[in-house]
Structures are given as structure tokens and as C-alpha cells.
């Protein structure tokens, strides 16, 4: 196999051919213990014409190769054809790419915890390698600082994988050698560049080219449980292009462009196809930052409302109430221990109110409400300098259910429901109290809290745009069992 299929350009693969016979053989020797295991980096599913490539896998020719995808499959096995094709590439002055995978999604992390995640790659010869630590689950890298090209369309690509897919913080190193007779040691720093295309929190890589010191060899590190689809794709339409234009040429692949036979609307359109693809990359970063900041922000309004007591509760109330716009004062704080209720709400022209937030795994206890009101009486002593009107009292009723199978209402029985309309005390309920929060319809929430004062009332600096008073109170669940 030493010419590549016509229009298919041929690539080396570390690793024998899925199903053939050195493939077979060598899984036995793993299985006995006479070779080191290795994982098989690249599928055997792989539709390979698709994609214009041709694979030679280990024991096949290799100088023609303009690529190597995860060499180094086992321990002294690809070596020759990783030398084949440095040695090609050398003689026709064209620059070597390698896809490199580091870490192991299926790795086993229960046991030898000091080490636990951690991965190396050997890249150019036996003495530079780029070591990788597995990072913590929910790491989300960025695009690297001033990135273009091939470099910026693999980033993007890689962006896209799974969430909650593994990452490992890469880093240059070298070797360091002690003699086996005693007589010293060697050092051999790391040689090349390591440049960032995805990186962390905290600026280090976790995808990222390394350039050999003469600029010959540019292996690309990326980690185990990428599409290779996805990386095929970009190292046909991006990579060689860029690099290796050479390659497509001499194999007349469909997929090879030149430029200097681009009339100039095929260039034009083509430019402003890629700009396209990096706007619409920089906007879908943007907008997912807005949605997890936006999500960070209500999570725990949400959360608390639903379904939290105590001070969990009180808290994501007093949220929800300044994000209507109105001044909450923790009375708790403020007068030390439980002498009153939790909340004092005011604003400016309306006199203010006494807020008292329960939760109850339950229904809701009728008595909740004469501890409101004794509140109220009491509340001249303890602040005579503040008057009060009325008392809010908000509950968050049966909150071990899911909103929607809650009772509608948080007291149902005729004879108090109607006891409550001659007492200075209103009732809400927390699930009324977030569908408005999650509508922004603040004009409701006044009203609800502050009474009919509020609906002439507009705070000074709104946290949001306002709803009209006449505008229907929307509902976030419906089917809400009554009684």
C-alpha cells in the first residue's frame, strides 16, 4: 500500500487495523500481561471515504502520510512509521500533523488517588511529553486568546462536546534521567512550543498545539471522548488546507480549494462564510454565558421558594421582593432573635408591612395567621418610631410536592377563607408569588404585598421593565388541585 486511493488522502493510524489478525493478537498478549495495555483511540465505525481520507494502519506505509492520528498505540509499536512519515514530510518541506488523545474518560479514579487523572502524551521524541490532569466535572473551557484559522474552527468544534465530557489541564515537560550505574543524572528539558486553543478558569490549556523547535512537526492534543468525526472533518476542510495544502493537492481530493484559482466571488463568499462561522461562534458563547448567569441568578430564588424553609426561604422572598423594586429590612437581624416577623417591606409613599414567611411540608395551619396578627399588635413596642398597616403572610404550602400538585390556594376552608377578609392580614402563596417573579410582572407583586397604594406607585430604578396593571397575571403551572 504504498499510493493513496485516488481523491482519498492517505493518513497514518497508531493502532492495527480493528479485526485483523495483528489486532487479535495483539489483545491477547494484553490479556495475558505481555504488553501494556493501551485504549483503542480511534473507532472501528469510522466511514473514512466519507471524510476523503484513506487509513493505514500500523504495519502499513506511512511516508506519504501528511497526517498521524494517535500514534503510539502500544508500547515499541508504530515507532517505524511515525519515522517514515517525519522523514516524507522532511524530504517534500511540508510540516507533519498529529491528532494526539490524552486522559481516558473510563479510566478507573477509586484507586491510587495520588495520581488519580493524571496523563502524559509523548510528542516529538522520548524526552518531551505533555503531561495532563484530569479536571473537576462541570469544567467549561474558552476559546484561547486570539486564536484564528484552523486553530479557531477546532476550538469551535470542541466546544460542542457533550456536557459534563472530561477535561484534563495540559503542560509541557521534560525528562529527567538517573544513570543506572550510579555515575549521575540527565536532563533533558522540554523542547518546542506548547500554544493554547481551549483553556481553562484559570488560563491553562486543556487543547493545545505543540510545535516542534524547527517548526516541522504540529501535534494537536486533544482529549479522549472527542467525536473523531468531528476532528476528521476539521482536518480535512481545516488542518490540511491550511498546512499541508500540498497533501489534498497530490491526492486530487474533492475537498482541495486553491485559492490562486479562486475567482474573486468565490473568495468573497468564502471569507465572508468564515466570518460568519466565528461571529455566530462568539455569539453562541455570549448568549450561553447569559443563560448560565441568568440560571445562577434564579436557581436559588427558584429553588427556595418551591421548595425551601427556614432561612432558605426568607431569603429567596426578600429577593423576590427587591427585584419588584421594594425596600426589605430582615427583622431578625435587625431586632435580634424572633421577636416579630421576618420581613419589614416598604416604599416610598406606602406605608409599610409586616411579612411573615412560612413553610410547611403540609397544608398550611390556620394558627400561622394569628402569629401574624400578634405581630402586628406587638409591633408599636418594638418599633413605635415605623408604623404598620397590614401584614403579609406567605407560605410555602405541601412543598415535599411538585407546584403542580399542590392545592391551588394555601387555606380552602370556607368559613376562615372568608374570617380573613375582616383582618389585616393577607395570604399568598409562594408558587403565586414565583409565577409572577418568573413573568417579572413586579406590578403584581407590589399590589399583592403593598396593597392598591402600589398600582400608582413606580420605583426609582426598576430592576426590570415594568407590566401593565391591567396586564393577566400569567401562570407557571396549571391543574392545581383546590380544597
Not at 483511540?41 to 466511514?47: E, F, G, L, Y
Not at 493524571?118 to 476559546?143: C, E, K, Y
Not at 499541508?244 to 481530493?253: D, E, I, N
Request: proline residues 8%.
Amino acid at each position: 500500500m504504498s499510493s493513496s486511493v485516488s481523491g482519498l488522502v492517505p493518513v497514518h493510524i497508531g493502532q492495527p487495523e480493528p479485526g485483523s489478525e495483528r489486532d487479535r493478537t495483539l489483545r491477547q498478549w494484553q490479556e495475558h500481561g505481555r504488553d501494556r495495555p493501551a485504549p483503542m483511540r480511534v473507532p472501528a465505525d469510522v466511514d473514512w471515504p466519507s471524510h476523503g481520507l484513506q487509513p493505514r494502519w500500523l504495519g502499513a506505509e506511512s511516508s506519504d502520510c501528511p497526517a498521524a492520528l494517535s500514534p503510539g498505540y502500544s508500547h515499541n509499536r508504530g515507532a517505524a512509521e511515525m519515522k517514515r512519515l517525519l522523514a516524507g514530510a522532511r524530504q517534500r518541506g511540508e510540516i507533519a500533523l498529529v491528532l494526539a488523545v490524552i486522559g481516558q474518560v473510563n479510566e478507573d479514579r477509586t484507586h491510587n488517588s495520588l495520581w488519580s487523572g493524571d496523563a502524559s502524551v509523548n510528542v516529538g521524541d522520548l524526552f518531551t511529553s505533555v503531561g495532563g490532569q484530569r479536571l473537576p466535572a462541570g469544567t467549561r473551557p474558552q476559546i484561547a486568546p486570539d486564536l484564528s484559522g484552523a486553530d479557531r474552527d477546532l476550538a469551535i468544534r470542541l466546544l460542542t462536546r457533550p456536557e459534563g465530557s472530561p477535561w484534563w489541564s495540559l503542560h509541557l515537560r521534560g525528562v529527567h534521567l538517573e544513570r543506572g550505574d550510579g555515575s549521575g543524572s540527565e536532563d533533558h528539558p522540554a523542547e518546542g512550543a506548547l500554544d493554547p486553543i481551549l483553556v481553562d478558569a484559570l488560563g491553562d490549556p486543556v487543547v493545545a498545539a505543540w510545535t516542534s523547535p524547527a517548526g516541522s512537526q504540529r501535534w494537536y492534543v486533544i482529549p479522549d471522548g472527542t467525536s473523531w468525526d468531528n476532528v476528521l472533518g476539521w482536518l480535512v476542510h481545516r488542518a490540511l488546507p491550511e498546512y499541508v495544502p500540498g497533501a489534498l493537492r497530490r491526492a486530487r481530493s474533492p475537498y482541495f480549494v486553491d485559492p490562486d484559482l479562486q475567482s474573486v466571488g468565490e473568495q468573497t463568499a468564502r471569507q465572508t462564510l468564515d466570518n460568519l462561522e466565528a461571529q455566530y461562534a462568539d455569539e453562541k458563547r455570549q448568549l450561553e454565558r447569559t443563560l448560565r448567569e441568568a440560571k445562577e441568578k434564579a436557581e436559588p430564588v427558584r429553588y427556595g421558594l418551591l421548595y425551601g424553609s427556614g432561612s432558605e426561604l426568607v431569603n429567596a422572598v426578600a429577593q423576590v421582593l427587591a427585584d419588584a423594586g421594594m425596600h426589605t429590612v430582615d427583622l431578625d437581624e435587625q431586632l435580634g432573635g424572633t421577636k416579630s416577623a421576618d420581613l419589614l417591606v416598604s416604599a416610598e409613599g406606602v406605608s409599610a408591612r409586616l411579612v411573615e414567611v412560612k413553610g410547611v411540608s403540609g397544608p398550611a395551619q390556620e394558627h400561622l395567621v394569628g402569629h401574624l396578627q400578634r405581630h402586628l399588635e406587638t409591633w408599636p413596642q418594638l418599633q413605635p418610631d415605623e408604623p404598620v398597616s397590614d401584614g403579609v403572610l406567605i407560605v410555602n404550602h405541601q412543598h415535599k410536592l411538585h407546584p403542580s400538585e399542590r392545592t391551588a390556594e394555601v387555606y380552602s376552608r370556607p368559613e376562615f377563607v372568608a374570617s380573613l377578609e375582616s383582618l389585616p392580614v393577607k395570604v399568598i402563596s409562594t408558587v403565586e408569588l414565583f409565577n409572577w417573579w418568573r413573568a417579572e410582572d413586579w406590578t403584581a407583586i407590589r399590589t399583592a404585598v403593598l396593597g392598591d397604594a402600589a398600582t400608582s406607585w413606580r420605583p426609582a430604578a426598576p430592576t426590570s421593565p415594568e407590566q401593565s396593571p391591567s396586564a393577566p397575571r400569567r401562570r407557571w403551572w396549571t391543574g392545581g388541585r383546590r380544597g
